[in-house]
């Protein structure tokens, strides 16, 4: 079956543009995260949707970041001003239920802030 | 501070012979640590997981040993080969509510030279 999906694959913007990432989760997949990987770091947890619940926002780094699922299904995190440290790699992954279930994660999304 | 260390940035082995990757973790409320293989322009990919409960958990070639009370774990690869090249992630997560929330490491580049 298909696995997780993202688009763009690459995306160059300037400096205090908006930009919009989506994510497709593996169909049937309740949990659904946004991880962001910068240049020689690791994965560093944004936000995290499960079913109808709150989201829990905890990772995101500033009010300029903010994440949606529509549906329970596609998910776009949003960046408003972008700023040149926001550039990175966005992951996204999803998960059958939540707890310790293995996260299956998309290709990303390479964010350039120029 | 970072709660998920991986202090050997690159790795090289010879085809054949035995691949060892180290994580240490500083957070004494991790109970599930997990390590995760990525390929350039790919998504990380499960690899293994072990549970605080055990000290060894074993899938074919790949083996992980975890040593709570050095809080330290290990994942062996034998025979290593050259497909296994890419870059190696430990990553750790907390019993209760945010048991979703992997902490990840900056990662370990495995190259396994023919």
């Known amino acids: 079956g298909a696995g997780v999906s993202q688009s763009p694959s690459n995306k160059v913007t300037e400096k205090g543009k908006d930009v919009e990432l989506r994510c497709d989760p593996i169909s049937g997949h309740t949990a659904l995260y946004w991880y962001r990987q910068s240049l020689g770091q690791g994965l560093e947890f944004l936000i995290y949707?499960?079913?109808?619940?709150?989201?829990?926002k905890s990772g995101l780094p500033s009010d300029r970041f903010s994440a949606e699922r529509t549906g329970g299904s596609v998910s776009t995190l949003t960046i408003q001003r972008t700023q040149q440290e926001d550039s990175a790699v966005y992951l996204c992954?999803?998960?059958?239920?939540?707890?310790?279930?293995?996260?299956?994660f998309g290709p990303g999304t390479r964010l350039t802030v120029t | 501070d970072q709660q998920v260390k991986q202090n050997s940035p690159s790795l090289s082995v010879q085809e054949g012979r035995i691949s060892i990757l180290n994580c240490d973790y500083t957070?004494?409320?991790?109970?599930?640590f997990l390590w995760y293989k990525k390929y350039p322009a790919e998504g990380p990919t499960f690899l293994i997981s072990?549970?605080?409960?055990?000290d060894k958990n074993e899938d074919g070639r790949f083996t992980v040993f975890l040593n709570k009370s050095a809080k330290h774990l290990s994942l062996h690869i034998v025979p290593s080969q050259p497909g296994d090249s890419a870059v190696y992630f430990c990553?750790?997560?907390?019993?209760?509510?945010?048991?979703?929330?992997?902490?990840f490491g900056k990662g370990t580049k495995l190259s396994v030279i023919p």
């Open positions: 992954a999803s998960s059958l239920v939540t707890g310790h279930d293995e996260q299956y």
């Open positions: 957070n004494s409320m991790f109970d599930y």
């Open positions: 072990i549970s605080s409960i055990k």
């Open positions: 990553a750790a997560s907390a019993a209760g509510a945010g048991s979703y929330q992997l902490t």
């Open positions: 949707f499960q079913g109808n619940s709150a989201p829990d």
